[in-house]
């Protein structure tokens, strides 16, 4: 099957700094991929979704100035936590939709914990 | 409004009693139905996609169906190793958007 792979899988940060999450497709290539944010024991919500070559769609609510999203190859895309503060501690998932292929399914990286201390 | 609802929130089975997830959807066209596996601190797991009323898949002890307004998860004989949460997300088809609408997840516990 497809192959998501996301880094690092966790990450401790201060509060005021940045952190970058990277988000690769290793077998297919990826024109849409999704960002999410999972809290305990709930569903994933949605942040943003990021088409190569073009600007991020965020969703209602999420702050497009704190988390950057870039797409810039068909293989990669990156999340960037600004300024990160402990509300920002969460579990990121991001998914990668294949350009080519029968099925229209969405494959998930692993996850990244962040926790802002 | 789009919509997802799976059911039960939780379940807990004997090792080998057989059972069922809900997933209940309302979309104005349905792309693709898709189930996934998610265990704890991990990202969710590809399992299943469904495109029309009627269609089957089946993967060891899972078998996914769809009618036109919910699918359902069957697990027969499930064994310890099946516990995970289930989450189910539908594909609204939409001009120029590929967004996927997830349901809260069903979280299986098997004992042994």
């Known amino acids: 099957g497809a192959v998501v792979s996301q880094h690092p899988s966790w990450v401790i940060c201060k509060s005021g700094t940045s952190v970058k999450i990277e988000c690769r497709s290793l077998?297919?290539?990826?024109?849409?991929m999704f960002w999410y944010r999972q809290f305990p024991k709930q569903s994933l919500m949605l942040m943003a979704t990021?088409?190569?070559?073009?600007?991020?769609?965020?969703e209602q609510g999420v702050e497009k100035d704190k988390f950057l999203i870039n797409h810039a190859s068909l293989t990669l895309s990156t999340l960037t936590v600004t300024s990160a503060h402990p509300e920002d501690s969460s579990f990121y998932i991001c998914?990668?939709?294949?350009?080519?292929?029968?099925?229209?399914?969405?494959?998930f990286g692993q996850g990244t914990r962040l926790t802002v201390v | 409004e789009d919509q997802v609802t799976q059911s039960p929130e939780a379940l807990r089975l004997q090792e080998g009693e057989s059972s069922s997830l809900n997933c209940s959807y309302t979309?104005?066209?349905?792309?693709?139905l898709f189930w996934y596996r998610q265990d704890p601190g991990k990202g969710p797991e590809f399992l299943f996609t469904?495109?029309?009323a009627g269609e089957e898949k089946e993967k060891e002890r899972l078998k996914a169906t769809l009618t036109k307004k919910e699918s359902f998860l069957h697990i027969t004989a499930p064994k310890p190793e099946d516990s995970a949460t289930y989450l189910c997300?539908?594909?609204?088809?939409?001009?120029?958007?590929?967004?996927?609408?997830f349901g809260t997840g069903t979280r299986l516990k098997v004992l042994a």
């Open positions: 998914s990668a939709r294949a350009t080519q292929g029968a099925g229209t399914e969405a494959f």
């Open positions: 077998d297919f290539q990826a024109t849409t």
């Open positions: 990021s088409n190569e070559g073009s600007k991020a769609t965020y």
């Open positions: 979309v104005s066209g349905l792309r693709g």
């Open positions: 469904l495109y029309s």
């Open positions: 997300a539908v594909q609204e088809i939409s001009p120029g958007t590929y967004k996927y609408i």
